[in-house]
Nanobody, 125 residues
Framework: QVHLVESGGGLVQPGGSLRLSCGVS????????IGWFRQASGKEREGVSY????????YYPDSVKGRFTISRDNANNTVYLQMNSLRPEDTAVYYC??????????????????WGQGTQVTVSS
């Protein structure tokens, strides 16, 4: 059973950067899709990125494209989300999620089978 732990959240000023980490235990990253999602207060959870460990394929919605970058470190079983040029509307609890899969991943919340506990990101001056 894979277990996920997020870290790296915090308070940052608009225009600043944060790097979130998703530590994976219980399995290697092989054959997993790892997604990052966020949920702002009063809103639905939305996907902000994913990466396939099989194909390396990544995804970003338009709202974060060019500002967020997902990467994986197979040696340390960790997936990162580098977030630059942060905006107040990026404020949310950020979650990583996993599903054992082939080279194709999806950014749909219900597709993922394992979730971390979340880390708060607040963008404010």
């Amino acid at each position: 059973q894979v277990h996920l732990v997020e870290s790296g959240g915090g308070l940052v000023q608009p225009g600043g950067s944060l790097r979130l980490s998703c530590g994976v235990s219980g399995s290697t990253l092989d054959n997993y899709c790892i997604g990052w999602f966020r949920q702002a207060s009063g809103k639905e959870r939305e996907g902000v990125s994913y990466i396939s460990s099989r194909s390396g394929r990544t995804y970003y919605p338009d709202s974060v494209k060019g500002r967020f970058t997902i990467s994986r470190d197979n040696a340390n079983n960790t997936v990162y989300l580098q977030m630059n040029s942060l905006r107040p509307e990026d404020t949310a609890v950020y979650y990583c999620a996993a599903r054992r899969s082939g080279p194709v991943c999806f950014h749909v919340t219900s597709w993922y089978t394992t979730w971390g506990q979340g880390t708060q990101v607040t963008v404010s001056s």
